[in-house]
């Protein structure tokens, strides 16, 4: 599971990280519905319609089919180290890791008695019957060791029909407060609009990056009007490469230092953080160095409108 730019991500992390070392963060107004909180700590935003705040870095786990105590080791220190440093959000589905990541997530959060202290957002996938995608939810809570988890979500929109009505009932009964659909793909989007528009839904999640905006003229607009939590995947994926293959090892740009941004991946989690609309943002990884560089990304301050202007200049001249 070795990503093949680790080394050239780990490398910047580590010279941002020189690079930025005894940055002050200065002091801003927050955005609307965001907490004011200390630099070490992590922004938090609502859940709209609700009392609940999560902050606004998270975790994917698409990478999580681990097996045995090698590959198990470094999940584990993702999960202590969220909970440690003020991060909750795990977004998982019934086939991440080659159909594994629930259960691992599950092995790891009995290990760290950690249940209590994440949000567990899983998603399930098509089933071709009713009860075909009751037996799948079940399927969820077996693996995680749960009865009920945070949020469940239709995966890439994908058996709508059939799962939306078992969803509601299973919010009803406790065993979800969140339900939602999820999809990665552009062609989906007049489609997603219609849910939006026409289903009870709580929430989303969609990709949106620097390099892939297409959510932010229409979908995060809507989802804000329509009062929808939005959980962004992919925050470093583009239609033409992704942010690490463009930057290579180009040094940051000046003005990172004003937002305290260390390394490109906190730079460019925070050009999507910046976005009211956008709730939780989460990068998938198995590195527990690149979780601790990601949370990074949630505290200080966010990129005002010329500063997101600038650094998608940045990667319009690349090509991203």
């Not at 996938?125 to 009865?147: F, I, N, Q």
């Not at 007049?190 to 932010?216: F, H, N």
């Not at 959980?231 to 000046?254: E, I, M, Q, T, Y």
């Amino acid at each position: 599971m070795t990503d093949p730019r680790s080394t050239t991500r780990r490398d910047a992390i580590k010279l941002g990280l020189l690079a930025g070392a005894g940055l002050a963060v200065g002091r801003r107004v927050p955005l609307l519905g965001e907490m004011p909180t200390r630099a070490q700590e992590i922004l938090t935003r609502p859940i709209p319609g609700t009392d609940e705040r999560l902050p606004v870095v998270g975790v994917g786990t698409n990478q999580w089919g681990a097996r045995g105590e090698e590959e198990i080791a470094p999940l584990r220190e993702i999960v202590r180290s969220m909970t440690e440093h003020g991060a909750r959000f795990i977004d998982t589905a019934r086939i991440y890791g080659r159909g594994r990541a629930e259960e691992v997530i599950g092995q790891i959060l009995r290990e760290l008695d950690a249940h209590d202290d994440v949000f567990i957002a899983t998603k399930v996938p098509t089933p071709e019957t009713r009860d075909a995608g009751v037996v799948s939810l079940e399927a969820c809570m077996t693996a995680l060791g749960v009865d009920r988890v945070a949020a469940l979500r239709v995966h890439f929109l994908d058996g709508v029909e059939i799962l939306l009505p078992i969803l509601r009932e299973w919010k009803e009964a406790g065993r979800a407060r969140y339900i939602g659909v999820t999809t990665m793909s552009e062609e989906q989007y007049p489609e997603l609009e219609r849910l939006i528009r026409e289903e009870s839904l709580d929430t989303i999640e969609i990709d949106y990056s620097v390099l892939d905006r297409a959510v932010a003229e229409r979908i995060l607009p809507l989802a804000a009007d329509h009062g929808l939590s939005v959980v962004v995947a992919r925050p470093f994926a583009g239609r033409r490469g992704g942010v690490f293959s463009l930057v290579g090892d180009r040094p940051l740009p000046d003005f990172a230092s004003e937002i305290g941004a260390t390394s490109w991946a906190q730079l460019c989690l925070k050009y999507i953080i910046a976005n009211p609309a956008v709730t939780v943002v989460i990068p998938g990884t198995d590195d527990p160095e690149h979780m601790i560089d990601n949370m990074g990304a949630g505290r200080g301050e966010l990129p005002d409108a010329d500063l997101r202007r600038r650094i998608e200049g940045i990667f319009d001249e690349l090509g991203g």
